[in-house]
C-alpha cells in the first residue's frame, strides 16, 4: 500500500513531464505544417492531457490516495490515448488511427505508469481496455472506410493490413 501510495506521487509527476515532453512533438510538427489537421488534434489532445496530468498532480500532492484515483486515472490514460486516435477516425483520417506511430507507443508509457501503481489487476485492466478499444476503433474504421483503397496517408502511414493489427494486439 506504501509503495502504492508513493507510486501514485511519482506517476503524477512523472505523467506531468512525460506529457510536456510529448507535447514537443505535436507542437513541432504544427509549425513544421500547420495547414495539417492531424497536428492541431495532436496538440489538443495533448494540451489536454497536460492540464488533466496537472489537476491529478495537485490531488495526490496532499497525501490523499482516494480508492478510485488509481482506476480511474488508468482508465483515464489508455481511454486518453485511444480517444486521439478515435479522432483521426472521425476527421477522415482512418489510416493514421490504424497505423500511428507515435500516437499507438502511448499506449505503453501508459502502462509503464500503471505499473508503478503496484497493483497487477490495474495493470490487467490496463492491457484489456487497450486490446478493446484499439480493435474498436480499427473495427470502427474499417466499418466506415474501404481501407483498402485509400491512397491519402499511405506514404506517411503505411496501408492498412489485418497483419500489422493483430500483431499490435498481440503487443498489447
Given at each position: 500500500l506504501d509503495a502504492g501510495t508513493t507510486g501514485e506521487k511519482v506517476i503524477a509527476w512523472v505523467r506531468i513531464v512525460a506529457t510536456a515532453l510529448l507535447l514537443t512533438v505535436p507542437v513541432g510538427s504544427l509549425i513544421a505544417r500547420p495547414e495539417l489537421s492531424e497536428n492541431w488534434i495532436g496538440v489538443t489532445v495533448t494540451l489536454i492531457a497536460l492540464l488533466l496530468a496537472i489537476l491529478v498532480f495537485f490531488a495526490v500532492r496532499r497525501d490523499?490516495?482516494?480508492?478510485?484515483?488509481?482506476?480511474?486515472?488508468?482508465?483515464?490514460?489508455?481511454t486518453l490515448i485511444s480517444a486521439c486516435l478515435l479522432t483521426y477516425v472521425l476527421t477522415d483520417q482512418?489510416?493514421?488511427?490504424?497505423?500511428?506511430?507515435?500516437?499507438?507507443?502511448?499506449?505503453?508509457?501508459?502502462?509503464?505508469a500503471t505499473c508503478l501503481r503496484y497493483d497487477a489487476r490495474l495493470c490487467?485492466?490496463?492491457?484489456?481496455?487497450?486490446?478493446?478499444?484499439?480493435?474498436?476503433?480499427?473495427?470502427?474504421?474499417?466499418?466506415?472506410?474501404?481501407?483498402?483503397?485509400?491512397?491519402?496517408?499511405?506514404?506517411?502511414?503505411?496501408?492498412?493490413?489485418?497483419?500489422?493489427?493483430?500483431?499490435?494486439?498481440?503487443?498489447?
Open positions: 490523499q490516495r482516494p480508492r478510485w484515483l488509481g482506476a480511474t486515472c488508468t482508465v483515464f490514460d489508455v482512418p489510416l493514421v488511427a490504424t497505423n500511428s506511430r507515435v500516437a499507438f507507443e502511448c499506449y505503453f508509457l501508459a502502462f509503464a490487467i485492466l490496463a492491457g484489456a481496455l487497450a486490446i478493446a478499444e484499439y480493435l474498436g476503433l480499427v473495427f470502427l474504421a474499417r466499418g466506415m472506410y474501404d481501407l483498402s483503397t485509400l491512397t491519402a496517408g499511405i506514404q506517411r502511414y503505411g496501408e492498412f493490413d489485418w497483419g500489422s493489427v493483430w500483431s499490435r494486439v498481440i503487443v498489447l
